[in-house]
C-alpha cells in the first residue's frame, strides 16, 4: 500500500489521509458489528474520500473544506431536538386525540389526517413529523385491519409536498434560501415566499390525492 501512495508522488503521511486509511480498515471477524444506518453514509464518504485520494490524487482535506458544516450542524441540532420533544409525549397526545376521527377508509378521515400531516409538517417541518408517526399509521383504519400501504403511501406524499407550503416546512427550503442569500445576494423572507408556497401546494395536495388513494387502496 505504501508503495502505491508513493507512486502517485504525494505524501501518504499526511494526517487527513491517514486518518481515512484507518478508518476505512474493516473489524477484524472476531469483533460482531451490528448494523448501524447512521454509519452507513459515513462509510460511503469516507470510502469516496479515500479512493478520490488514490485515484485523483487530491487530499482529502480539499474535498471536506468544502463540506457546509453550517448545515449538517442544522441536522444534528434538529434530530436531537426532535429526540428531547419525543419524550415529552406531546406528539403522541395530539395523535391519539385526532386518531378516532382520522379513519383512512372514510372521506373525512382522510381529509383530516391530510390537514395534521399539512399543519404538522409547518410546524415541526416534515422529516421530524414522519420520524414521529409513521409507526403509528397502522393504527388509523378504525375497526378494520389495516392492509396494504394506503397510510404510507399518504403520509409519503401529502409531507413531501406539504414542506412547500411555507419556507420553514422543509429543510431543503431553509438550505435554498440561505444559499440564495450568501451566493446571489437574494433575500427570500417567509411572506415573499408564502405567497407561492400556499397556493402551489393546496393544488398539488388536493388535486392528485384522488389518485393516490386509489393507488393506495389497490395495491
Known sequence: ML??????????MTIDNKVLALLAIPPPP???????????PLAAAILTMLADTIINRKYAYDAMLKIDW????????LFIWLGGF???CF???????????????????????TVFVLIGSNIFSNVPLV?????????????EVCSGPLGGLLLAWISTVA???????????????????????????FWRYLKFGVIS??????VPLPVVYFLGRVA
Open 3 to 12: 508503495t502505491l501512495f508513493n507512486s502517485l508522488r504525494f505524501n501518504p
Open 131 to 143: 420520524i414521529l408517526i409513521v409507526h403509528r399509521i397502522d393504527e388509523l383504519c378504525g375497526d
Open 70 to 77: 453550517t448545515v449538517i450542524l442544522m441536522f444534528m441540532g
Open 163 to 189: 414542506g412547500n407550503f411555507t419556507l420553514i416546512g422543509s429543510v431543503a427550503n431553509l438550505i435554498v434560501a440561505e444559499k440564495a442569500r450568501s451566493s446571489a445576494d437574494y433575500r427570500l423572507t
Open 91 to 113: 406528539p403522541y397526545i395530539v395523535f391519539n386525540k385526532l386518531r378516532p376521527y382520522m379513519n383512512l377508509y372514510k372521506f373525512e378521515g382522510v381529509l383530516l389526517f
Open 30 to 40: 472476531t469483533v460482531p458489528a451490528e448494523f448501524n444506518l447512521g454509519c452507513i
Open 86 to 88: 419525543q419524550n415529552t
Open 201 to 206: 401546494t393546496l393544488v398539488t395536495i388536493f
